[in-house]
Every structure is written in C-alpha cells, then in structure tokens.
C-alpha cells in the first residue's frame, strides 16, 4: 500500500507519522506498508527530500535486532542495513534495494559471505547478551560446551516453549530428551565457535545483479556453522551451487549431510512448531524417527 498522507489516516497512521517526526527530525510524505513483519509492520518511508528509509513496529523489543544489526556492521563483511534509529517499538533503517530471487552468481556470493562470517570466533559459544529468534528470546549463555548448549539453549529450550503454548505433544519430550542425552555422541565438539546470522531463509536476504545486497533480521549467537547450513537446506534458501561453493571457502566435516545435518534441523523445525503448529509436528516426528528415537 502506498498512500500520500495528504489522504484521510486512521488515528493510529498519525501516531505512527509522528513518531517518525519525532525520530527522524522530518515529516514522512509517503509510507509503503511492505511483506513480511511477521513481528510486527514494516513500511517504507519516503521523506521529502526523496530519501527512502524502512521503518519497523513492533511490541517486542527492536533494540535488540539493531544491536545484532550494528554487531554484524562493525565485525563481519555481511552487508546489512544500516540502523538509523531504534527504541523499543521503532526500528528505523536504511532502505536497500533488491529482492529474494537469487541467480547463480547472487548464491555464489551468498556462499562467499557466509564463509567469512562463519570463520568469525569466539572463545565460547553463545553471546554477550540474549538475541531473539523472531520474537521469541533466544538465550545465549556462554559455554564451552556445544553439546550441552545445544541441547539445553536450543532444542530443549524451544522445545519447552512450543509445549506451553500446546503445539507439541507431550509424547514429544521424552524423544528429545533422550536424544539429548546422547547429544555428545552424535554431534561433538566443532572446530571452534562460528559467528552465524541464524536465519537465512530466502526472505531475510536481497539481492540485486547478482549480487546480495543485504542479510536481514539476523539471530545472532556463536555456535557450530553447521546450524547455519543445515537451517539453509532444510528451508531450501539457497540450493547445490550454495553448497559447491561454500565448500570451497570453507570446507565442510565429514559427516554433516549424513547425520548433523538431521539434528541441527530440529530447532528451527521446533521454532515452527512453537510459531504455527500444524505440518512442522509432523516433520518433526519424521527427523525423530529417522534419527532412532
């Protein structure tokens, strides 16, 4: 929706204009409510000198996407908007061009960023301070021990989550717990800590000319880069040249598509269970099972 704000507004346009004033120091003349904002809204601003500004709204809290947003700006290569503004229910930023249609040349060079920022580290998993998965708080304490965070930060975590909310059947607990249990076997230590975006699905990334022009709505923490891949396969963000070429920059472990790959693909499975219920159960149940519990 594009409109002149000229045009009559709902009581709650004006106050969403005004907190634009109030942030910005000059009055918006267009808003383009824009997809996506599964959190909230998202619009494109237009100000009046022609500058074009994304402006987002939310009652969960937008400080803590800008400070991921400003981490990956100052420690990686990942181009990623610039925050021009962020309170708690306002996120403003820098406006770029480019869509979630990725040719060959874009998906090599997707392969490329993600390489380097994986090869970003840490002297222990987890971060400085809690990130969010969406909307939901994604805890990061900090561990030595990837199984350990793995299992109790990420699956079992969100596990817990989707079950208070009734998305996951009970019967789905003691599954994951004994998968849990005998998390050290089945996924061991990485070589190090790697700093992932967290949530590379097709609508998180723009590109423009083959090239990727922006990475989006980030879920930051240090953690084994294999999550990262294994969230890329499972939601099919990028395909085998993605793969080929990360491969190539940075060389996977033996063993992820046979076995981790599975494993690391029950969070963000989890987390749709926790958002939305319905088939990701199902699927769920079906890694599960493959895996032997």
């Known amino acids: 929706m594009r409109r002149s704000l000229t045009e009559s507004m709902t009581p709650d346009d004006m106050t969403f204009v005004a907190q634009l004033e109030h942030a910005l120091g000059s009055a918006p003349v267009h808003l383009e409510r824009l997809s996506g904002g599964m959190i909230g809204t998202v619009h494109k601003v237009v100000l009046e000198d022609g500058t074009h500004l994304v402006a987002k709204r939310s009652d969960n809290a937008l400080t803590t996407e800008a400070a991921m947003l400003r981490y990956l700006a100052k420690h990686s290569n990942l181009p990623v908007p610039e925050v021009i503004y962020a309170d708690d229910d306002l996120l403003i930023l820098e406006f770029i061009e480019g869509s979630s249609q990725f040719d060959s040349a874009a998906v090599r060079h997707a392969a490329e960023l993600l390489a380097g920022l994986h090869k970003l580290t840490a002297p222990q998993y987890g971060f400085e301070h809690d990130t969010l998965a969406g909307s939901l ?44 249990t005998d998390m050290p076997e089945l996924i061991d230590e990485p070589e190090r800590p790697a700093l992932i975006h967290g949530d590379v699905w097709s609508a998180n990334v723009l590109a423009s000319q083959g090239r990727i022009t922006a990475f989006l709505d980030p879920a930051l923490y240090f953690g084994e880069r294999e999550v990262e891949l294994a969230y890329i396969a499972l939601f099919g963000t990028f395909g085998e040249v993605f793969f080929t070429h990360y491969h190539e920059h940075y060389p996977l472990r033996a063993g992820f598509f046979e076995g981790r790959r599975q494993i690391y693909s029950l969070y963000p499975l989890l987390t749709h269970v926790r958002y939305f219920g319905g088939h990701y159960v199902q699927s769920v149940d079906d890694v599960l099972g493959g895996l032997g519990y």
């Open 137 to 180: 708080r994604q805890p990061n304490p900090q561990t030595t021990d990837w199984p350990t965070f793995f299992r109790d930060a990420r699956l079992l975590y969100m596990a817990e989550l989707a079950l208070e909310v009734g998305r996951l059947p009970k019967a789905f607990m003691p599954r994951l717990e004994r998968l849990g």
